[in-house]
């Protein structure tokens, strides 16, 4: 059997298994709210905030400023989060919210990785055996990386900093215990494990410049110990920099932008949906290029219906649709989170912030959005164009693309050929027509 047809007998076992015994976990619901750490613990966590390392199913949080950005210094981060109860479970919700929609998107990427309709040249690696050992330094071991350091941590582990044997280069690995993951319930019919093999198989479908790379993923039926290597992005977040007296400056926010852009106008034309984008999802690498990471939330759409039931990104990122609790269509709700961290970018503080949730949440939906007399006019435009309250009047990215504060000196932002259209070209060249299904409009 190949190694991937047993990775997905693995996936589709434990998704019967959940299914059968989702009965035993119905109508639990337990919700406390907890302090978290603000964007300034996101900058002295440095390359962790890469992935956002929060692999549960992430809950409405609000995200209080620190010293690097915020509307009031003296707020705290404010988080509503499912903890462990003595009988186990993590399910923050109602049935209708998540059965649907998730497993919808399981069942759409196993179809593409069964049909190979992945948009990447070389497929991630995939390592069934692991050797746990130590260097002749006493430094622990996984295969041929050997440990550096611990540079993140999260609900279900942590995250640390490996240097490969074989090419010398920086990797950061997210470390999991399966059996921990399949402890942790976080819907009816579903485990953390869930949500991270959900993770791992849009990361394995994916290959962009402005995309945290998935590189390999560890995973010994013999042992509980599971493990993602990824690229390392040694640099700073989007927002390093901007604080409540100054913004980054115009031309670094641009910059910044024209990546975002690229990266999402990429996973939305594969039918991805982030769910997160914000500022401490948002890389910059030693040479200034934006990489989006964390994909721990992300749904997965066909047939351009990208109507989803549930936003369980960040509040101050949350669209004003997606309070209302009522279904709301995902790229639009991804368009307005770029909206929100150019705001954070270019005025160092968030458009909408309350002192609690629905404050928050209130504020977002009702509240006009204030902009400064003495803004550059085309980025006023642009921002009030992203932050449009009704959806359907909102600009999409590729409105965004075209703008002329986008375009500024740069010019237009280069047009990246993925492998799948790169597959469907070449096909049309050679009079092929069995490629068509792997391609995207790009």
């Known amino acids: 059997m190949h190694r991937f047809d047993y990775w997905l007998l693995f996936f589709r076992f434990w998704i019967d298994i959940l299914n059968f015994g989702s009965v035993l976990h119905k109508g639990f619901r337990i919700v406390v709210f907890v302090k978290r750490n603000s964007f300034e613990s996101v900058t002295e966590m440095g390359c962790c905030g890469c992935f956002g390392f929060s692999f549960m199913r992430k809950p409405k949080k609000v995200m209080m400023p620190g010293r690097g950005l915020g509307n009031h210094a003296s707020q705290e981060s404010l988080l509503a989060e499912a903890v462990e109860d003595e009988?186990?479970?993590?399910?923050?919700?109602?049935?209708?919210?998540?059965?649907?929609?998730?497993?919808?998107?399981?069942?759409?990427?196993?179809?593409?990785?069964?049909?190979?309709?992945?948009?990447?040249?070389?497929?991630?690696?995939?390592?069934?055996?692991?050797?746990?050992?130590?260097?002749?330094?006493?430094?622990?071991m996984v295969n041929e990386y050997v440990r550096e350091r611990k540079i993140g941590a999260g609900s279900y582990g942590k995250v640390v900093l490996y240097r490969s044997r074989i090419d010398g280069k920086e990797y950061a690995i997210k470390a999991f215990h399966k059996s921990h993951l399949l402890k942790l319930r976080v819907a009816p019919s579903e485990t953390a494990m869930t949500?991270?093999?959900?993770e791992v198989l849009i990361m394995k479908i994916l290959s962009h410049p402005n995309i945290v790379n998935l590189i390999e993923v560890i995973d010994d039926?013999?042992?509980?110990?599971?493990?993602?290597?990824?690229?390392?992005?040694?640099?700073?977040?989007?927002?390093?920099?901007?604080?409540?007296?100054?913004?980054?400056?115009?031309?670094?926010?641009?910059?910044?932008?024209?990546?975002?852009?690229?990266?999402?106008?990429?996973?939305?034309?594969?039918?991805?949906?982030?769910?997160?984008?914000?500022?401490?999802?948002?890389?910059?690498t030693g040479n200034g290029t934006?990489?989006?990471?964390?994909?721990?939330?992300?749904?997965?759409?066909?047939?351009?219906?990208?109507?989803?039931?549930?936003?369980?990104?960040?509040?101050?990122?949350?669209?004003?649709?997606?309070?209302?609790g009522l279904t709301y269509h995902g790229k639009a709700a991804d368009t307005w989170a770029v909206g929100v961290t150019l705001y954070c970018m270019v005025l160092g503080k968030y458009p909408f912030l309350g002192e609690t949730l629905q404050d928050t949440y209130d504020k977002i939906?009702?509240?006009?959005?204030?902009?400064?007399?003495?803004?550059?006019?085309?980025?006023?435009?642009?921002?009030?164009?992203?932050l449009c309250k009704d959806p359907l009047r909102r600009m999409t990215l590729e409105d965004v693309a075209q703008h002329s504060w986008v375009i500024g000196e740069e010019g237009p932002i280069p047009q990246f050929l993925c492998w799948c259209k790169r597959v469907k070209l070449h096909g049309a060249e050679s009079g092929g027509t069995g490629t068509d299904n792997l391609a995207y409009n790009n």
């Open 365 to 386: 939906v009702n509240n006009p959005l204030l902009l400064p007399d003495e803004m550059n006019p085309l980025l006023k435009n642009l921002i009030e164009g992203l």
């Open 87 to 140: 009988e186990g479970p993590f399910y923050n919700g109602d049935d209708c919210e998540f059965r649907s929609p998730i497993k919808r998107s399981e069942e759409i990427l196993m179809y593409r990785m069964q049909h190979g309709l992945i948009c990447r040249e070389y497929p991630v690696k995939e390592t069934h055996n692991l050797i746990r050992s130590e260097d002749e330094n006493g430094q622990k």
């Open 221 to 284: 039926p013999t042992t509980d110990h599971f493990y993602m290597v990824l690229e390392y992005v040694e640099g700073k977040w989007v927002c390093e920099g901007s604080g409540p007296t100054r913004g980054l400056e115009e031309s670094t926010a641009r910059k910044y932008l024209r990546d975002i852009v690229a990266g999402l106008m990429y996973l939305h034309a594969h039918n991805i949906v982030h769910g997160d984008i914000k500022p401490d999802n948002l890389l910059v």
């Open 195 to 198: 949500d991270v093999l959900r």
């Open 290 to 324: 934006v990489k989006i990471g964390d994909f721990s939330v992300s749904q997965v759409f066909e047939d351009g219906n990208d109507e989803l039931r549930r936003s369980p990104g960040t509040p101050v990122f949350t669209a004003p649709e997606c309070c209302l």
